[in-house]
Structures are given as structure tokens and as C-alpha cells.
């Protein structure tokens, strides 16, 4: 894991270039590329491994919006991606709630989540901050192993995908992947409002000079705490998504690893870029799938990967493209 200093003060490529109408309009012609690939896709690749790109392209989207616009370190985000899985899967297969309904309810559990981790959280800055947050995730990864609504070791296996608002049946890999895309892009043009409006210039401001966004009356520990609310509950609708899309919930996913591994997607996509954690998401999970073959060998070859990353372009890879363009991406 890369220094948290060297991170957390690595000057995002969306901080030095400025907004403006035309990279607006940039923005809307990449997000309306994203649209078309999304509507492509399953016709050339398998939509299973789409869905887990999406899933986890929304985990380091809301990761990014903590790290990148915030400038907070969190290396606990499992617990609310992870809990969210939990709370999802048992809301489908043992209430027999609606999968949005069961969405819904692992999304709420990652933003009670994020309230309460987050009130304690925002007290301390650096790394003392970074170690609370994994103090409190390795909190919520013993919970999970011992409570018995989670099933241990074992998790929550077979869980069914159900039928969207009573109507659609989601068995249909191709019906579940038109749900997870839809949650996708709403998501992120989600981000996308939040990171232009005028709380997120806030947050950048408290990045970049918190001492002076104090002295000019912002009570910085409240948006602090909103920041991080709303990107644990969009790391809870991702969770929650994945668990119906394989139908499981695991320790895995709220494993300390799992927090670590959104850091590097995020890192290697672009660290406070808008499409970054997306290309980030896409590059590991598609190393994980592909290079499977080679076992453990895998997380060296994401290790190289990232230290490469770190060492020739810290902007990450659409961090690099912005400023070859001089564009904000």
C-alpha cells in the first residue's frame, strides 16, 4: 500500500484544470459514449463479468468521491460495500423482499454505516483517520464471521435474483445486467452533480486549504461527515447490486483486501478524475478474470501494476489522457 501522505497529497488532475463549458460538453459526449458501450456490451461479452465491472466501477466511484474531492484516506470502505452484500442477500432469500426492495435495504445499511463510522472517523486527520476507519471495517468483518445471520464462513449462498418491481424476472442474466447498468449510470451521473455542485467545490476547497475553508466559516467536519455518508451508501449499492448479480454474500467482500483493492482501482484509474475509478475498476477486474489462470501469482502482477502506476504516471491512467488533453476527465 502506497505512503498515505504520498496519496493523499498528489494534486488530482480535476483540481488544476478548471471546469468549463466545453468540458462540460466533453463530459457529455464520454458519458453518452459510456451509454453505448453499456448498451453494446452484452452482445460481445459475457454479461456476468460486465455486471461485476459495473459493480465495482460504482465501489470505487463512491471511493473516489471519499479520497479524490473529499482528500479522506479511508482504508475500511469493505464494511459498507461488504455489510450492504449481507443485508441485501438475507433481505432476498430469507424476508423474500423484492430486489429492489432488498437493494434498498443493503444501501440504507451502508449509509447507517457510513454515519456511524464516519461520525467517529472525522474526529482524528491523516492517518490516524486511515487506521480508524480499518480499525472499525476489521469491526464489521468479526461481526460478520461470528453473527449468525451471515452464515460464517460459509455466507449467504443461493441467493435469488427475484422479480424487479413484481415483473421482470432477473434469472435472465441479459435482464439482471439492463438493472445493474441502470444503477451504474445513475450513480455516477450522481457523482458527477454531487463533485460540479456547490458542496462538492466545498470539499475541494477543505481538500486542497482546510485551515483557510475554516477561517472562512465552513464547518468543515460536517461536510466531512456528508462526504463520507454519501459514499459509504453508494459503496452499500454497489455491494448490494454484486450480491444479487452472483448470488452470495462472503467474507470476501468485507475483507480488509477488499478495501484495499478499491484503493488501487481508483489509483490506477485516476485518483479525482470523473471516469477514472470506472477505467481503474475495469483494468483489475478484468486482470482478475482473465489471469486466473496464474492463482496467487495475480495479486504480483496487480502489485507491479500499481507500483508502475505510482512510479511513471501518479495521475492514473485517464489522469495521464487529461493531461496529454488538458482536458478534466
Given at each position: 500500500m502506497a505512503d498515505t501522505a504520498a496519496i493523499t497529497d498528489a494534486t488530482p488532475?480535476?483540481?488544476?484544470?478548471?471546469v468549463?463549458?466545453?468540458?462540460?460538453a466533453l463530459h457529455r459526449k464520454v458519458f453518452l459514449g459510456i451509454v453505448v458501450v453499456l448498451v453494446l456490451a452484452p452482445f460481445v461479452l459475457y454479461p456476468v463479468f460486465l455486471m461485476k465491472v459495473l459493480c465495482f466501477g460504482l465501489f470505487a466511484l463512491a471511493f473516489n468521491l471519499l479520497l479524490g474531492y473529499g482528500g479522506l484516506l479511508s482504508?475500511?470502505?469493505?464494511?459498507?460495500?461488504?455489510?450492504a452484500s449481507y443485508v441485501s442477500a438475507y433481505?432476498?432469500?430469507?424476508?423474500?423482499?423484492?430486489p429492489e426492495v432488498a437493494i434498498l435495504c443493503g444501501t440504507l445499511t451502508g449509509a447507517l454505516l457510513g454515519l456511524l463510522f464516519g461520525s467517529l472517523a472525522i474526529r482524528r486527520q491523516g492517518i490516524y483517520f486511515s487506521m480508524i476507519t480499518l480499525a472499525l471495517a476489521q469491526m464489521a468483518f468479526?461481526?460478520?464471521l461470528q453473527a449468525k445471520f451471515t452464515g460464517g464462513e460459509d455466507g449467504i449462498q443461493a441467493v435469488p435474483r427475484g422479480r424487479l418491481f413484481g415483473l421482470v424476472g432477473l434469472e435472465d442474466d441479459r435482464a439482471l445486467y439492463a438493472l445493474v447498468a441502470v444503477i451504474f449510470?445513475?450513480?455516477?451521473l450522481l457523482i458527477y452533480r454531487i463533485i460540479h455542485s456547490p458542496f462538492g467545490q466545498v470539499l475541494k476547497a477543505i481538500r486542497d486549504n482546510e485551515p483557510r475553508a475554516i477561517s472562512l466559516g465552513y464547518r468543515v467536519n460536517q461536510y466531512k461527515l456528508a462526504v463520507f455518508v454519501l459514499s459509504a451508501t453508494l459503496a452499500g449499492l454497489a455491494g448490494s447490486t454484486k450480491a444479487l448479480v452472483f448470488q452470495l454474500a462472503s467474507l470476501t467482500d468485507v475483507h480488509w483486501s477488499m478495501s484495499g483493492e478499491v484503493v488501487l482501482m481508483t489509483l490506477v484509474g485516476g485518483m479525482g478524475t470523473v471516469f477514472g475509478p470506472i477505467v481503474g475498476a475495469l483494468v483489475i477486474v478484468t486482470m482478475e478474470t482473465y489471469l486466473a489462470q496464474f492463482g496467487a501469482w495475480v495479486t504480483i502482477i496487480q502489485g507491479c501494476v500499481f507500483v508502475l502506476c505510482v512510479l511513471l504516471f501518479r495521475e492514473g491512467i485517464v489522469g495521464l489522457v487529461a493531461r496529454m488533453l488538458k482536458k478534466p476527465l
Amino acid at each position: 500500500m502506497a505512503d498515505t501522505a504520498a496519496i493523499t497529497d498528489a494534486t488530482p488532475i480535476a483540481a488544476a484544470l478548471p471546469v468549463s463549458r466545453d468540458d462540460r460538453a466533453l463530459h457529455r459526449k464520454v458519458f453518452l459514449g459510456i451509454v453505448v458501450v453499456l448498451v453494446l456490451a452484452p452482445f460481445v461479452l459475457y454479461p456476468v463479468f460486465l455486471m461485476k465491472v459495473l459493480c465495482f466501477g460504482l465501489f470505487a466511484l463512491a471511493f473516489n468521491l471519499l479520497l479524490g474531492y473529499g482528500g479522506l484516506l479511508s482504508f475500511g470502505h469493505a464494511a459498507y460495500f461488504g455489510m450492504a452484500s449481507y443485508v441485501s442477500a438475507y433481505s432476498a432469500k430469507v424476508w423474500g423482499l423484492n430486489p429492489e426492495v432488498a437493494i434498498l435495504c443493503g444501501t440504507l445499511t451502508g449509509a447507517l454505516l457510513g454515519l456511524l463510522f464516519g461520525s467517529l472517523a472525522i474526529r482524528r486527520q491523516g492517518i490516524y483517520f486511515s487506521m480508524i476507519t480499518l480499525a472499525l471495517a476489521q469491526m464489521a468483518f468479526f461481526f460478520s464471521l461470528q453473527a449468525k445471520f451471515t452464515g460464517g464462513e460459509d455466507g449467504i449462498q443461493a441467493v435469488p435474483r427475484g422479480r424487479l418491481f413484481g415483473l421482470v424476472g432477473l434469472e435472465d442474466d441479459r435482464a439482471l445486467y439492463a438493472l445493474v447498468a441502470v444503477i451504474f449510470v445513475a450513480g455516477m451521473l450522481l457523482i458527477y452533480r454531487i463533485i460540479h455542485s456547490p458542496f462538492g467545490q466545498v470539499l475541494k476547497a477543505i481538500r486542497d486549504n482546510e485551515p483557510r475553508a475554516i477561517s472562512l466559516g465552513y464547518r468543515v467536519n460536517q461536510y466531512k461527515l456528508a462526504v463520507f455518508v454519501l459514499s459509504a451508501t453508494l459503496a452499500g449499492l454497489a455491494g448490494s447490486t454484486k450480491a444479487l448479480v452472483f448470488q452470495l454474500a462472503s467474507l470476501t467482500d468485507v475483507h480488509w483486501s477488499m478495501s484495499g483493492e478499491v484503493v488501487l482501482m481508483t489509483l490506477v484509474g485516476g485518483m479525482g478524475t470523473v471516469f477514472g475509478p470506472i477505467v481503474g475498476a475495469l483494468v483489475i477486474v478484468t486482470m482478475e478474470t482473465y489471469l486466473a489462470q496464474f492463482g496467487a501469482w495475480v495479486t504480483i502482477i496487480q502489485g507491479c501494476v500499481f507500483v508502475l502506476c505510482v512510479l511513471l504516471f501518479r495521475e492514473g491512467i485517464v489522469g495521464l489522457v487529461a493531461r496529454m488533453l488538458k482536458k478534466p476527465l
